[in-house]
């Protein structure tokens, strides 16, 4: 039983107070051992190692996340695994508590090592990582899905068993690669080195020229990947970068809207495929498929064809860029079809616009050459109807004129027709129709006067003779008297 006057003595305020002091001041310098202790170890463990440089890319470091194996030799009872938690401390039987974030298995090793000597004699330490934790890196700019990712990290083979790191050209891929509009000169890879920034430029174009990089950088955890946008778009480079494995993927559907001089005008859904088809139809029957390369000409040949007053040497593609600005890119159909520069046929990305102008004035050679082309659909239509010997809808050639239209509904009713002059009526793209007389001469060429381009889905009028008015309105008034004659006829009347 505890003597009450000692109780008394302990409980006065003054006495306690001093108690603590005393237990404090016990406790301190053992605390400030520990601390020591662990700062001379670090600084053994650090020594004891090669320093490592900032870009050196060879030697994992330990975080939260990695799950290690500490080795405690001739003490298996010390020895264990450890998932490393965020703050990076694990807590080791004897000597507790030991922070191991930002340092190498062996450095860390070290360090315990020192710590298990104050019990053992020369106690021999090895560390093991079992399973590296992801790392979280950042794409940004001409990518296809800029973003956060998490990499895995695996581990490595051979003449290199250490961990081995995602590099760029990981990253690229699973954000699902560059656009066409990326200048792959100068992407670039930023690292935080301690409380800076350490920027390095990456000439990815080598990679497509040479098949190599002159340095194959790997990632680390925080590292962003910035893909800048060309200032001049290159054809012959966009080509290259589509054809690249690290860009994006041939074969993903991309939605491109077309407007202008085609036949119909709107967004199309392009899917690259083989190339076995480059036409077929009609402007109007919507059942042309072409496949292969998602070029301009491909997005035209879906659109149904150019019409008649396309402009095709002054084409223009619209392409948004990540960073908010519009790439102008002209293009010339015309040199393609002539010189058979393939750099004219653009591919395309999802988002682009093609605008295909009117032509000012039309060449009836350029007009004719262009109906051959797949650039035209293989037939238009056109209505001919009165006083033609096959009245009715009639598929013609892109860029026929008129008087081919005509001879294809096969010729004028040389008794009833007017061949003077005809009607003709257009549907306009805004939705208003034109109606205008056109004289007719067989003899002339194409010109707007009188043998005009017919667009598709025109209807040619052939009007009546006089004499076939004549002839028409006769057998109305008379055509009832003749039905009374054969009555009374039939009566012999």
Same mark, same amino acid.
């Given at each position: ?60 470091? *330990? &975080?939260?996340?990695?799950? #290690? ?33 930002? *340092? ?18 020369? =106690? ?7 399973? =590296? ?43 699902? &690669? ?28 080598? *990679? /497509? ?44 559907? !991309? ?19 083989? /190339? ?21 000409? !491909? ?5 149904? &064809? #150019? ?8 084409? !223009?593609? !619209? ?9 102008? /890119? ?32 039309? %060449? ?27 009245? &009715? ?21 040389? +008794?009833?027709?007017?061949?003077? +002059? ?24 194409? %010109? ?8 598709? %889905? ?22 009832? *008297? ?12």
């Amino acid at each position: 039983m505890l003597n009450t006057s000692l109780f008394k003595f302990l409980t006065q305020p003054v006495v306690g107070t001093a108690l603590l002091i005393a237990a404090f001041s016990a406790y301190l310098p053992s605390v400030m051992a520990q601390s020591s202790t662990d700062q001379r170890c670090l600084s053994q463990a650090l020594r004891n190692t090669t320093q490592q440089n900032e870009s050196d890319t060879s030697t994992y470091t *330990l &975080g939260g996340g990695d799950r #290690i194996r500490v080795n405690v030799f001739e003490v298996p009872e010390y020895t264990g695994e450890y998932q490393v938690p965020p703050g990076g401390a694990i807590n080791l039987p004897l000597i507790g508590s030991v922070r191991v974030q930002g *340092l190498t298995t062996e450095q860390a090793a070290d360090l315990i090592a020192c710590k298990y000597s104050t019990y053992l004699k020369r =106690p021999l330490i090895s560390v093991n990582l079992l399973s =590296p934790r992801p790392i979280n890196i950042f794409v940004a700019g001409e990518v296809t899905r800029p973003g956060a990712y998490t990499l895995s990290l695996s581990g490595g083979a051979g003449d290199n068993p250490g961990v081995q790191y995602p590099t760029v050209l990981a990253a690229l891929t699973t954000a699902q &690669g560059v656009t066409l509009a990326a200048d792959v000169t100068q992407v670039q890879l930023r690292r935080k080195v301690r409380s800076s920034e350490r920027v390095v430029t990456l000439n990815l174009k080598q *990679l /497509i020229q040479t098949g190599t990089l002159p340095e194959d950088i790997t990632l680390r955890d925080g590292d962003t990947i910035v893909v800048p946008t060309a200032t001049d778009f290159n054809v012959a480079e966009s080509r290259n970068i589509f054809a690249a494995n690290f860009a994006a993927s041939q074969t993903t559907p !991309r939605t491109v809207t077309i407007i202008g001089e085609v036949n119909r005008p709107g967004s199309y859904l392009v899917t690259p495929g083989s /190339i076995n088809d480059q036409g077929g139809g009609t402007a109007n029957s919507g059942t042309a498929t072409p496949t292969g390369l998602p070029n301009v000409t !491909r997005v035209i040949q879906l659109a149904g &064809g #150019i019409t008649a007053q396309a402009d095709i040497r002054n084409l !223009r593609l !619209r392409r948004l860029t990540r960073s908010g600005s519009e790439q102008a /890119i002209d293009i010339n159909l015309w040199q393609l079809l002539q010189s058979g520069d393939a750099n004219q046929d653009i591919i395309v990305q999802d988002g682009d616009t093609i605008v295909i102008p009117t032509a000012t004035e039309i %060449n009836p050679a350029e007009a004719t050459q262009l109906a051959t082309t797949t650039l035209s659909p293989a037939r238009i239509q056109v209505g001919v109807v009165g006083e033609v010997k096959r009245p &009715g809808l009639t598929d013609v050639q892109p860029n026929s004129s008129l008087n081919q239209a005509i001879l294809a509904a096969g010729g004028f009713n040389d +008794a009833r027709a007017s061949s003077s +002059a005809v009607d003709l009526i257009r549907l306009n793209p805004n939705g208003s129709v034109t109606k205008r007389v056109v004289k007719i001469d067989f003899s002339a060429g194409i %010109n707007e006067q009188t043998n005009p381009i017919l667009r598709n %889905n025109d209807v040619v009028v052939v009007g009546r003779s006089g004499i076939a008015k004549f002839g028409d309105t006769t057998s109305t008034v008379t055509g009832p *008297l003749g039905v009374i004659f054969s009555i009374l006829n039939l009566f012999g009347l």
